[in-house]
């Protein structure tokens, strides 16, 4: 028997090592740019064999099987490409691929819904994508108009260069529940209110290659927060996109836009981009109604109840910003990149109260990362200043009262228009701020390839540093900070018949609100060109710094962990009689999906999506409470003498201070759906349409929010239109692939909104808001200037393309200049043009073989 098995071991071993293989290698391209493409992923369509682009696009695959194999080709951003080559006895197979830009529908590769390379097709989330060619064909500079196109994104503006956005209801005039990030950065603003910078970040458009937009909730990927939608911008790789460009917009309300950007590869160590933009135009000149006078009948100095316009002087923005970006290659595919960047802006700002006035507002942040196929970590410093914010409301009242009173004496006495501007600009009226923010977090992905799971885990941290100077935070005495750390693991698993598990466990610590669980999970089943998707997960809001720690006017006081106060009625010697408020805790939402994202026949795309949420515990207005203030959160105050109450026989009387309460506990769900169609390379039509329903309608008590008993019109109000629409046709590649026209018509239902002393709604248009309650007085609101919404607008933009290096474009939006109401407290939007050109000089340094060895 040794004798048989013997030799037998001996054959196998022989044939085994003796077996003719083959290798293929070769270099992938961007299709536009010529350059080389590192990071593409390469690998052998049926098998596990893989491999990635080093630094100058090279590949190269050994150990081949004789034969005809075809080779999945694929990069971030790009369309994936499968190609045949057929390999030969210790023969080289050699290709040069050139990859297109993802401008074919649910061809595009994104990375953000479960944090690795995917196809969108195949993504487990409603994810939408504002590609290259999208921001190369806008000619403004605020990229944040190209939103107003995307599926299941609630799209408002409230003036020229001021965009906002909400996704699946529940909207506000403040509203900080979405989450940005350009390139694994928490870009919301270090400063207490905590709302995301958009286009008055550091990020210029011309190095923007694409935002990727995921709907519902995300904290457990990207932490608490990530808690109605992700906005993920990605910029370009200065080793991709080497060159200089100079860009100039220029349109209607003397808006003016200069932009540059330069990026070298010096070797193949070393690479750095550079890029800034200045920026300038005029809003509409508008006035929201600011009330003055004697308006609660104890003031009849300052003359009879008047409702006056808001007191702007100044309708201008501006805007500057930068960044310089060093990027160290230690081998492929291994890189440090070290960031920083800034901007100062100037504005005018739509608030839950009046409007701000923010002048000379300035962001800055500073990164340090290291990229590796399987490691990713990331540490980061943002800064933010309010320079000078202006309550435009207070300011308006008290110039008007100083230059109308009756008194000649007295703190209330009448003062010249000099001096009342002195006064109604004192400090109080406005404020200043200079706040940072440290985070650090880093990932690691494994890919166990037999067993087909998929393993991502990190750990993240967080500390806030607010600065309010004793103004608008109370930091008089005792400085504030908050930290905040998690940790993530991710196991996406590959099943039979196209099958695929992802679930997502993460558990996150809050200095003041504790530890919070967000898990996820999701099945998906794929077929040809597509896949069907269940999705579940939780997230969570934390509450901002302003509603844990406010001090305004000492009286508007933040409730983190809660306040300890003396009740009116109570006497004061009775210390067992103080109160502490309930504190706040962080906003909640659990949301189940079910969606379709694929191709059918090639040319007809659809992204369909049902989603179900449970929210809870959202965030009050400021409401009040009979009492005098001794401590927030632990740090003593000085409750404002003025709403201080009085001592009479050792019990205080008519003492109040207002602060934040969590109410609510309402269901949404809704349908986001988008049909696209290409009928050849040169036309391609679209149309999305979003509904949304709540049974916020219901009485519930549980949002009542001022607890007065009574569910109002305002505490059942959702805040968003229950139907949206938008038809886009786009005519692509014409006259030689040089020139293209777009063309989009948005439809947006007519719908009321309610945000603390805002109001728009069809009965109270016209008059003074007010809040009808059964039994007790109404509550004053601002002016009601009627509903938001109920438009059709029509959009026109093309361009054309003279070579490589001179393009130019031009849009135009609200081409019939119809009446465009999109936010309470804000003009219409009439009709706007914007027209650019740009010029980009590539950079021509004499390629090196790119034959792979």
């Avoid at 030799?7 to 077996?19: D, I, K, R, V």
């Avoid at 709302?195 to 519902?216: P, Y």
Wanted: net charge positive; charged share 20%.
């Amino acid at each position: 028997m040794k004798k048989i098995i013997l030799p037998l071991l001996l054959l196998g071993f022989h044939l085994a090592f003796s077996q003719n293989t083959g290798k293929v290698n070769g270099v992938i391209f961007d299709e536009q740019t010529n350059t080389a493409l590192p990071g593409a992923s390469v690998s052998v369509k049926g098998t596990n064999i893989f491999t990635i682009s080093d630094d100058k696009g090279k590949f190269i695959l050994r150990d081949l099987i004789p034969g005809k194999i075809f080779l999945i080709i694929s990069h971030v951003a790009y369309e994936q490409m499968e190609l045949p080559v057929s390999i030969s006895d210790h023969n080289n197979s050699f290709v040069n691929v050139s990859l297109t830009v993802g401008n074919r529908i649910g061809n595009e590769v994104i990375i953000s819904a479960s944090k690795r390379p995917e196809k969108i097709t195949n993504a487990p989330a409603s994810i939408q994508v504002i590609g290259r060619k999208d921001l190369e064909e806008f000619p403004g500079s605020n990229v944040t108009e190209l939103v107003r196109k995307v599926q299941g994104i609630e799209y408002t503006r409230s003036g020229v260069d001021d965009i906002t956005f909400n996704a699946r209801g529940l909207n506000s005039a403040f509203n900080n529940k979405v989450f940005q990030m350009v390139d694994g950065r928490n870009t919301m603003a270090a400063a207490s209110a905590g709302l995301a910078l958009f286009n008055n970040g550091s990020t210029i458009k011309d190095d923007i290659e694409r935002i990727e937009i995921v709907m519902g909730p995300q904290s457990a990927l990207y932490g608490p927060n990530a808690h109605n939608a992700l906005f993920n911008y990605i910029t370009k790789d200065p080793r991709q996109y080497q060159g200089t460009s100079v860009s100039a917009s220029i349109g209607s309300q003397s808006q003016y836009s200069t932009r540059f950007r330069h990026a070298l590869q010096i070797n193949n160590k070393w690479a750095y981009k550079i890029t800034g933009e200045h920026a300038i135009g005029k809003d509409y000149e508008w006035h929201d109604s600011v009330y003055a006078g004697n308006q609660n009948g104890n003031t009849p100095f300052f003359g009879s109840a008047v409702a006056i316009p808001e007191r702007i002087q100044d309708f201008g923005f501006r805007r500057s910003r930068g960044e310089a970006h060093l990027y160290y290659t230690l081998k492929p595919g291994e890189d440090i990149i070290v960031s920083g960047g800034g901007s100062k802006f100037t504005r005018t700002q739509v608030t839950t109260g009046t409007h701000n006035r923010l002048e000379n507002i300035t962001y800055g942040f500073l990164q340090a990362r290291f990229v590796h196929p399987h490691l990713f970590a990331n540490v980061y410093n943002t800064w933010g200043n309010l320079g000078k914010v202006l309550f435009l409301g207070n300011y308006t009242r008290d110039f008007w009262n100083r230059t109308h009173s009756s008194q000649t004496i007295g703190p209330n006495r009448y003062l010249p228009p000099d001096s009342a501007e002195i006064f109604a600009t004192r400090l109080g009226n406005y404020v200043t701020e200079k706040s940072q923010r440290v985070n650090a977090d880093a990932q690691y992905n494994y890919h166990f390839e037999k067993a087909g799971l998929l393993l991502v885990a990190g750990m993240a941290f967080q500390k806030d540093m607010p600065n309010g100077y004793g103004l608008t935070l109370i930091d008089s005495f005792q400085k504030i900070r908050t930290t905040q750390y998690g940790a993530v693991v991710q196991l996406d698993k590959s099943l039979p018949l196209k099958f695929r598990f992802i679930s997502t466990l993460r558990l996150d610590h809050h200095s003041n609100f504790g530890n919070f669980f967000a898990p996820r999970f999701g099945l998906l089943k794929g077929f040809r060109d597509g896949s069907l998707r269940i999705t579940w997960g939780k997230a969570y809001a934390m509450p901002s710094i302003q509603n844990q720690y406010a001090g305004i006017g000492r009286s508007l006081f933040g409730n983190a962990s809660g306040i300890y106060y003396i009740p009116n009625g109570t006497n004061i010697h009775n210390t067992e009689d103080y109160r502490t408020t309930t504190p706040l805790q962080p906003e909640q939402v659990q949301t189940w999906e079910i969606g379709y994202k694929g191709n059918f026949f090639r040319k007809l795309y659809i992204d369909v999506n049902y989603y179900n949420g449970l929210s809870k515990n959202f965030i009050s207005p400021s409401r009040s409470v009979g009492g005098r203030v001794i401590s927030v959160n632990g740090i003593l105050v000085t409750h404002n003498p003025a709403i201080a109450g009085s001592i009479q026989n050792d019990t205080l009387k008519n003492a109040s201070f207002s602060t934040f309460f969590n109410y609510g506990d309402v269901r949404t769900f809704g349908i986001d759906a988008g049909v696209s169609y290409s009928y050849n390379k040169h036309i391609n039509f679209t149309v999305r349409y979003s509904w949304f329903g709540s049974d916020i309608k219901k009485d519930n008590p549980k949002n009542d929010a001022n607890k007065d008993g009574y569910v109002s019109a305002e505490e059942k109000s959702l805040n968003t239109p229950q139907n949206r629409a938008i038809a886009i046709i786009n005519l692509q590649n014409l006259f030689k692939s040089k020139l293209f026209v777009n063309f989009s018509m948005r439809y947006v239902e007519q719908y009321e909104f309610y945000s603390g002393s805002q109001i728009g709604t069809v009965a109270g248009k016209g008059k003074r808001g007010k809040i009808e309650i059964p039994g007790k007085p109404p509550l004053i609101k601002n002016f009601d200037w009627g509903p938001l919404g109920g438009f059709t607008t029509v959009d026109l933009s093309a361009g054309y393309k003279f070579n490589a290096m001179v393009s130019i474009n031009a849009g135009v939006t609200n081409l019939f200049n119809c009446r465009q109401i999109e936010m309470v407290a804000s003009p219409s939007i009439s009709r706007l043009i914007m027209m650019e050109i740009k010029i980009n000089v590539p950079y021509l340094k004499k390629q090196n073989s790119l034959q792979a060895d």
